[in-house]
């Protein structure tokens, strides 16, 4: 009788268990957008601006993406008053260039990506801290300042201001 008991149960458990995890939907993996604005510095105050440029490419560790091609960043156009730029997973070192006929802004954010585990079937979630941003190549942009280090898919502020 205990053992029928026994038996009874754990199929229980293993019907309720199994029935929850196969009905809760693996969450939709959402894009982790960095945010930069740009601004002018007219006497103190800041004052929303845009930046023009024919081209715009990111470089990651694995890979370019070019605004003009149909890839990860063709919703990127110029004039832009705030650039929303998706980061791939696991990105550490991302570049951003800018350029009109030739490189005009190229500058490097260090980031530190942290996975978190969802389920097997859905992988892993990713939000980033930005460490350090490193300018190379500053014609345009005279400045940058970071001003919400954490990325994730929640945050709709600003991360970057950076300075014309």
């Keep these: 009788m205990i053992r029928i008991f026994f038996y009874f149960s754990f199929l229980i458990t293993i019907l309720f ?20 604005a740009f601004f002018k510095d007219t006497g103190g105050a800041e004052v929303s601006t845009e930046l023009n440029f024919k081209t ?13 091609e149909t890839q990860i960043l063709n ?6 008053k705030t650039m929303n730029i998706p980061i791939p997973s696991d990105s ?13 802004d190229s500058f490097q954010f260090t980031l530190d990506p942290k996975a978190t ?20 190549k500053s014609s345009t942009i005279k400045k940058l300042s970071i001003e919400n280090n954490k990325i994730d898919t929640t945050s709709k502020t600003n991360h970057v201001k950076a300075f014309l």
């Design 17 to 36: 268990f199994g029935q929850s995890c196969n009905e809760t939907p693996c969450l939709k993996k959402k894009e982790i957008n960095l945010r930069i």
């Design 56 to 68: 715009f490419r990111m470089k990651t560790e694995k890979t370019v993406f070019q605004n003009n």
């Design 75 to 80: 919703g990127i156009k110029s004039p832009a």
């Design 92 to 104: 550490k070192n991302v570049i951003l260039e800018f350029y009109n006929d030739t490189l005009m």
């Design 117 to 136: 585990f969802l389920s097997t079937e859905c992988g892993f979630d990713y939000t980033y801290n930005i460490l350090e941003i490193k300018s190379i």
